[in-house]
């Protein structure tokens, strides 16, 4: 249910099954799970961009292979079924180079809560964001309690989670829910064009500023200034560290190898 294509130092990984706007099945969380844990191994993969085939990102859960195969309520199965979908988030999570979430038409319900996960989204203007859970009865899950208020504010995230609004790819900028909204036919070219531009970028460091982000949201500040000037060592041993200050200093563009 997805398929990858490899370019540039770019792997796409595109959410397949358009028939229902890329709703969910067990397959495809198995499947992007295991691409992204093994992705997060693979050097020559400089940016992860994720994205749906068809005219949507996702529709969140398939609600009718849910229905079929675990109606009931907190049994062992659904239990295990959200279990796959939190190890798909700590995947996202943890790759070492940048993931951008490429969102156009519809991200509902866990759909848009694994966009949100990923580091960066643009969205073409025919976007659709909702947080579609409360409609059917459900609350977020997928890490939406956690990423919305990051992202929004707490005021504007429980609003959302409650009213299930739905957000279009200009107001989504507006709000910060993304990064850009471009028009819909420039839209492949813009995704292409910042995947490309972070694969050439310093990829290591990219590493240690996703890493030294996470670890500063749940400390003070002098904690994080000490945590700022261990990951700064690091920096400062990398090749592009060195590559980014000669190339500043000979008045050229850098060359950055990703070591
Ligand atoms: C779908 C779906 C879908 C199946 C469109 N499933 N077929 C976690 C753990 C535990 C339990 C369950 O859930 C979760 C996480 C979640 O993600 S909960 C939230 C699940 N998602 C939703 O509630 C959204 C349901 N879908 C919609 O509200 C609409 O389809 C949206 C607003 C996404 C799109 O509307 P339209 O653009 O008007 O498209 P459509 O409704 O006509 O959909 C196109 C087709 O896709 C249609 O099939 P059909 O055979 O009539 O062409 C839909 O039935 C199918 N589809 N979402 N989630």
């Known amino acids: 249910d997805v398929l990858v294509q490899f370019d540039e130092g770019v792997l796409t990984v595109t959410m397949n099954r358009p028939h229902v706007l890329n709703a969910f099945s067990d397959l495809m969380i198995a499947e992007l799970t295991e691409i992204m844990e093994t992705a997060a191994e693979d050097e020559a993969i400089r940016c992860v961009v994720l994205t749906g085939a068809g005219r949507a990102f996702g529709a969140g859960q398939d609600l009718a292979i849910f229905v079929q195969e675990r109606s009931g309520d907190g049994s062992e199965a659904t239990t295990e079924h959200l279990q796959a979908y939190h190890r798909l988030i700590f995947a996202i999570q943890r790759l070492p180079m940048p993931i951008i979430a490429a969102l156009h038409g519809v991200a509902a319900g866990i759909s848009l809560n694994i966009a949100l996960a990923c580091d960066l989204r643009i969205a073409a203007d025919n976007a659709r964001f909702t947080e579609a859970f409360a409609r059917i009865g459900l609350v977020p899950d997928g890490g939406g309690a956690y990423f919305l208020p990051r992202l929004l504010g707490a005021g504007k995230a429980l609003e959302l989670a409650l009213l299930t609004t739905e957000i279009t790819g200009p107001e989504a900028e507006r709000l910060g829910?993304?990064?850009?909204?471009?028009?819909?036919?420039?839209?492949?070219?813009?995704?292409?064009?910042?995947?490309?531009?972070?694969?050439?970028?310093?990829?290591?460091?990219?590493?240690?500023?996703?890493?030294?982000?996470?670890?500063?949201?749940?400390?003070?500040?002098?904690?994080?200034l000490q945590l700022e000037g261990t990951f700064q060592a690091k920096a400062i041993g990398t090749a592009d560290h060195q590559e980014g200050v000669q190339a500043f200093l000979q008045k050229r563009p850098p060359q950055y190898t990703g070591k």
Do not use: H, W
């Open 177 to 224: 829910l993304i990064s850009k909204c471009v028009p819909i036919a420039e839209f492949e070219a813009a995704v292409t064009a910042l995947a490309r531009r972070l694969a050439q970028g310093p990829t290591r460091t990219y590493a240690l500023i996703k890493d030294l982000f996470a670890q500063a949201q749940d400390k003070d500040l002098a904690a994080v």
